[in-house]
């Protein structure tokens, strides 16, 4: 289920990391990840954030890494509710939701779940279920602002997982970002297919650096290959999910993270509080739930200055997606302007005119 921003409620978390909890009871936050915690990606942004609940009194954090989204992952999460005595179980992968997490909740009715994509739906999840989203493409709107200004050319390659419209939202922002402040900026994007192929990653990414592209990007689940591929072939690059400014020392620029600690560090609180957790949280700049890597050695002082001013924007309620725009193919698809979190963008099927490359 996405949400609009007007519906969203209790759901918006207020601007600012919510307060830590102050447990008096035992209270046992349980998280299972489909990779490894050290994987510079997707994994590593959860695995940071718990890191921080790791310190925060009355609190034990159980992890397992790993996981495939197969009934192990249901394997897991049970052993942690019977074993570790979880209050809270996290399922930070797309496929452990239905029918994992989906089962499980209704088995164990006084266990909360909480999955990391907004699929929950009150007319036909348990009320014990739920989920959590990060509008990351905010953050890549800064990322392309911030990329064309630190490239010579104009030309930013992405590599990417599957045509899906979060990863669409992703490219498009990307390219509206880069032309937000310098109008012929192109952005190149191949398709690996999958979420994590390191082979065909560094492939894509030699791709597009041979193709002229002088800042690469990526939504992979893991972008240690093309942060490290951009690195070694002397081009600049912006990172996603974590951050990987350590692996680019010479041409890293910014890069998009989600700031899951935000919502970790609230429902730490409210369980805590004998509170109830809403069933949905969204959210992006304006409540601070996304943010941007601190700036390296690739940014140019202009780049920064630029990219500060789109986060204040952002902050501020800004739109990133104001028409007419069209598609690649010549199509006019966004007519008008919207909200950064209205649920017509969670639709997206498209590229945008300026983004060379192909959904099919």
């Given at each position: 289920?996405?949400?609009?921003?007007?519906?969203?409620?209790?759901?918006?978390?207020?601007?600012?990391?919510?307060?830590?909890?102050?447990?008096?009871?035992?209270?046992?936050?349980?998280?299972?990840?489909?990779?490894?915690?050290?994987?510079?990606?997707?994994?590593?942004?959860?695995?940071?954030?718990?890191?921080?609940?790791?310190?925060?009194?009355?609190?034990?954090?159980?992890?397992?890494?790993?996981?495939?989204?197969?009934?192990?992952?249901?394997?897991?999460m049970e052993s942690m509710i019977n074993l570790d005595g979880a209050?809270?179980?996290?399922?930070?992968?797309?496929?452990?939701?239905?029918?994992?997490?989906?089962?499980?909740?209704?088995?164990?009715?006084?266990?909360?779940?909480?999955?990391?994509?907004?699929?929950?739906?009150?007319?036909?999840?348990?009320?014990?279920?739920?989920?959590?989203?990060?509008?990351?493409?905010?953050?890549?709107?800064?990322?392309?602002?911030?990329?064309?200004?630190?490239?010579?050319?104009?030309?930013?390659?992405?590599?990417?997982?599957?045509?899906?419209?979060?990863?669409?939202?992703?490219?498009?922002?990307?390219?509206?970002?880069?032309?937000?402040?310098?109008?012929?900026?192109?952005?190149?994007?191949?398709?690996?297919?999958?979420?994590?192929?390191?082979?065909?990653?560094?492939?894509?990414?030699?791709?597009?650096?041979?193709?002229?592209?002088?800042?690469?990007?990526?939504?992979?689940?893991?972008?240690?290959?093309?942060?490290?591929?951009?690195?070694?072939?002397?081009?600049?690059?912006?990172?996603?999910?974590?951050?990987?400014?350590?692996?680019?020392?010479?041409?890293?620029?910014?890069?998009?993270?989600?700031?899951?600690?935000?919502?970790?560090?609230?429902?730490?609180?409210?369980?805590?509080?004998?509170?109830?957790?809403?069933?949905?949280?969204?959210?992006?700049?304006?409540?601070?739930?996304?943010?941007?890597?601190a700036y390296g050695a690739g940014a140019t002082p202009e780049a920064?200055?630029?990219?500060?001013?789109?986060?204040?924007?952002?902050?501020?309620?800004?739109?990133?997606?104001?028409?007419?725009?069209?598609?690649?193919?010549?199509?006019?698809?966004?007519?008008?302007?919207?909200?950064?979190?209205?649920?017509?963008?969670?639709?997206?099927?498209?590229?945008?005119?300026?983004?060379?490359?192909?959904?099919?």
């Amino acid at each position: 289920m996405k949400t609009s921003a007007a519906g969203l409620g209790a759901a918006m978390l207020p601007l600012g990391l919510p307060r830590a909890a102050k447990a008096q009871a035992a209270l046992t936050m349980s998280v299972v990840y489909v990779g490894p915690k050290d994987d510079f990606g997707w994994n590593q942004a959860h695995a940071v954030s718990m890191d921080i609940l790791k310190g925060v009194p009355g609190v034990t954090v159980v992890e397992e890494e790993n996981v495939p989204e197969t009934d192990a992952c249901a394997k897991s999460m049970e052993s942690m509710i019977n074993l570790d005595g979880a209050t809270l179980i996290l399922g930070t992968s797309f496929g452990y939701f239905d029918p994992f997490m989906v089962d499980l909740a209704t088995k164990y009715p006084d266990i909360q779940f909480r999955h990391a994509a907004p699929l929950w739906s009150a007319d036909k999840h348990p009320m014990n279920l739920g989920g959590y989203f990060c509008y990351l493409n905010q953050a890549h709107f800064v990322d392309g602002v911030a990329a064309a200004l630190s490239s010579a050319t104009g030309k930013i390659g992405f590599v990417a997982a599957k045509p899906i419209p979060t990863v669409l939202s992703n490219i498009n922002s990307v390219l509206l970002g880069a032309r937000s402040v310098r109008p012929d900026a192109t952005v190149q994007v191949i398709f690996t297919g999958d979420w994590s192929l390191p082979v065909r990653e560094a492939e894509a990414a030699n791709a597009l650096v041979d193709a002229g592209c002088d800042v690469l990007t990526c939504h992979v689940d893991g972008p240690k290959v093309v942060i490290e591929t951009a690195e070694a072939r002397g081009v600049k690059c912006c990172g996603h999910n974590a951050s990987q400014a350590a692996l680019a020392p010479n041409g890293f620029i910014t890069g998009a993270e989600y700031k899951w600690e935000t919502i970790y560090t609230m429902y730490a609180d409210m369980l805590a509080k004998g509170e109830t957790l809403p069933n949905v949280v969204v959210g992006g700049y304006h409540n601070d739930m996304v943010r941007n890597t601190a700036y390296g050695a690739g940014a140019t002082p202009e780049a920064i200055a630029a990219a500060d001013a789109a986060i204040a924007d952002l902050k501020a309620g800004k739109p990133i997606y104001a028409g007419p725009l069209k598609d690649n193919a010549g199509n006019v698809v966004i007519d008008k302007i919207y909200d950064n979190y209205d649920p017509f963008l969670d639709g997206m099927g498209y590229l945008l005119e300026g983004v060379i490359g192909s959904t099919t």
